[in-house]
Structures are given as structure tokens and as C-alpha cells.
């Protein structure tokens, strides 16, 4: 064989490409993830699911390597199909969530069973997210401890995952420190209208104070809140979704939050966050 012909012999980076399955209720959402997926080296698409259920029977017929997983999902969300998946003793893929920003997910994820991805999605982290996943698989058992108890192991960090996910949250009602004229007041967190983070200050306003939290992240300060009333709505805002007044539709399918505070405040909602605002209030 001549050299021309050598050098155009296709390069096989992967002689075993890694299966991959996408599950996601917005088709725009598992197109722009197929396409990352598909343009990386040595990944196939081998199949797509649109809910749950599908979720379910596609990975029992399809054994993929690794399933990306949308969170937020009618019927059956993530963690019911892994609930699931684990009440009928089936064997789990390496298990990726997709989700828009929000305080849980970043938590909850910080486990070493499940990875996650940020929508709208990144390239480098899609990239990062599959070296990891070959990595995992890549693993003897002796080098990673995976034998029968480190299984078990790790199907009980899923399922205590599952059991946090679905347990009721549990009302918060503190007080939380804000800074306004030089003293610290004690304000009740229902009556906190929005938070926004702007040069590194967290801002607070209720309907009648304004002033300065002590946190250094939202993050921070949403560990201080009651998750079912306060919702990430932009990476800049906390909102209290029982203080929203209006929502105004913007350019190119955005939103718009009108809050209920003295100024009337308009607050974006990123594009990730979307998703959950129609959920929120089945626009």
C-alpha cells in the first residue's frame, strides 16, 4: 500500500463507540445535545425518548452505555425513572441529568453515581462530561472497588437521591439578616419580594426594605430559603414566586417577571429557566 493511500485511510480514534441514549421532553433540547453528542468522537446516539416512560423502556431494550436524562419531565421525571428502574432491579447505565440552573440540582448531583449538565448546553462540558463517563467504564473493578457492595453502594446513593428528590420540602419560615442604614434587621423570608447579586452585593428587597444580605453567593442565600417559594429565575435574580405580579412576555419567546414591590421591578428570566416558569404557572 502506497503512502497516499495510507494517509487517506480514516482515523478510528474509538474501535468501540460509546452508546449513548437521550431522554427530554423538548425536542430542541435533545437536538442541540445529539448533535454535541454525535460530533464528539467514538459517541452513538442509538436512541431518543421525549418522557419518562419511554425512558424506561428504552434502556432496558437499548442497554446504552449512558443515559442523559432530562430532570423535569411530566409523568415520570429523572429520579422516578431511576426509582423505577432500581424497583425492578435493572441494571443501571452511567446516568447524566440535564437541567436548567437551580439550587437542588447543583447539590444533589455532587454525588459520585450521577453526573449533570447545564442547560443550554456547552460543548467543553458535554466534551468533559464524556471523558468522565469512559473513564468510569473505563475502570477495573479492583482499581474502582467495584464489586457486589460497592454496587450496592452506589444504587443506595441513588435511591437516597431518589427518596431526598420526592420527600415533601419542609417549610421554611426563618428570619434572614439584612443590612439596611447601618442595622441589621431580622426579616421574615416570606415577605422577601427578590435578591440580586450585582459586583459581588447581594441586594434584598421586601415590600418596604431594601438593603444588603451578608451572603457572598445567591447560592449561599438560597440555603437559607424555602425552595418551593424561591426560584433561580436568572443567574443574576432570586425571586419569591408568590410575589411575582406579572409575567411579560419579551423578544424571541423570552419572559419578563413584574414584581410586587413598591418599584414594580421587572426581573429577566434566562432561557434555561423558561421551561420552569411555564411549569410554574401552566403558561
Same mark, same amino acid.
Given at each position: ?31 442541540? %445535545?445529539?448533535? *454535541? /453528542? ?8 442509538? &436512541?431518543?425518548?421525549?418522557? +419518562?416512560?419511554?425512558? $424506561? ?97 452506589? %444504587?443506595?446513593? *441513588? /435511591? ?8 415533601? &420540602?419542609?417549610?421554611?419560615? +426563618?428570619?434572614?439578616? $439584612? ?97 420552569? %416558569?411555564?411549569? *410554574?404557572?401552566?403558561?
Amino acid at each position: 500500500m502506497s503512502g497516499g493511500e495510507a494517509a487517506s485511510l480514516p482515523l478510528i480514534p474509538f474501535a468501540v463507540p460509546l452508546t449513548a441514549l437521550i431522554v427530554d421532553d423538548e425536542p430542541l433540547a435533545r437536538q442541540e %445535545l445529539a448533535y *454535541l /453528542l454525535e460530533a464528539a468522537d467514538g459517541v452513538e446516539v442509538v &436512541a431518543q425518548g421525549s418522557n +419518562g416512560i419511554e425512558a $424506561v423502556d428504552l434502556i432496558r431494550s437499548h442497554k446504552p452505555d449512558v443515559v442523559f436524562l432530562d430532570v423535569q419531565m411530566p409523568g415520570l421525571d429523572g429520579f422516578a425513572v431511576l426509582k423505577k428502574l432500581l424497583d425492578k432491579k435493572t441494571g443501571l447505565p452511567q446516568v447524566v441529568f440535564a437541567t436548567a440552573f437551580d439550587q437542588y440540582a447543583v447539590r444533589a448531583f455532587e454525588v459520585n453515581a450521577v453526573d449533570y449538565l447545564l442547560k443550554p448546553f456547552d460543548r467543553k462540558r458535554v466534551l468533559k462530561t464524556i471523558e468522565k463517563v469512559r473513564a468510569r467504564l473505563a475502570t477495573p473493578p479492583s482499581e474502582s472497588n467495584g464489586d457486589a457492595s460497592s454496587t450496592d453502594a452506589r %444504587l443506595d446513593a *441513588l /435511591l437516597k437521591l431518589v427518596e431526598t428528590r420526592t420527600q415533601p &420540602a419542609r417549610p421554611q419560615s +426563618g428570619k434572614v439578616v $439584612v443590612r439596611a442604614q447601618s442595622r441589621l434587621l431580622l426579616v421574615d423570608q416570606r415577605e422577601i419580594c427578590f435578591a440580586s447579586i450585582e459586583g459581588g452585593t447581594i441586594s434584598v428587597v421586601t415590600g418596604a426594605v431594601e438593603g444588603e444580605s451578608n451572603c457572598r453567593t445567591l447560592e449561599e442565600l438560597m440555603d437559607q430559603l424555602d425552595p418551593e417559594t424561591f426560584w433561580r429565575a436568572h443567574r443574576s435574580y432570586v425571586v419569591n414566586i408568590q410575589h411575582i405580579r406579572e409575567v411579560v412576555p419579551w423578544f424571541k419567546s423570552s419572559y419578563q417577571l413584574r414584581m410586587d414591590d413598591p418599584r414594580k421591578t421587572e426581573i429577566p428570566v434566562s432561557r434555561a429557566q423558561t421551561k420552569r %416558569l411555564r411549569e *410554574l404557572f401552566n403558561l
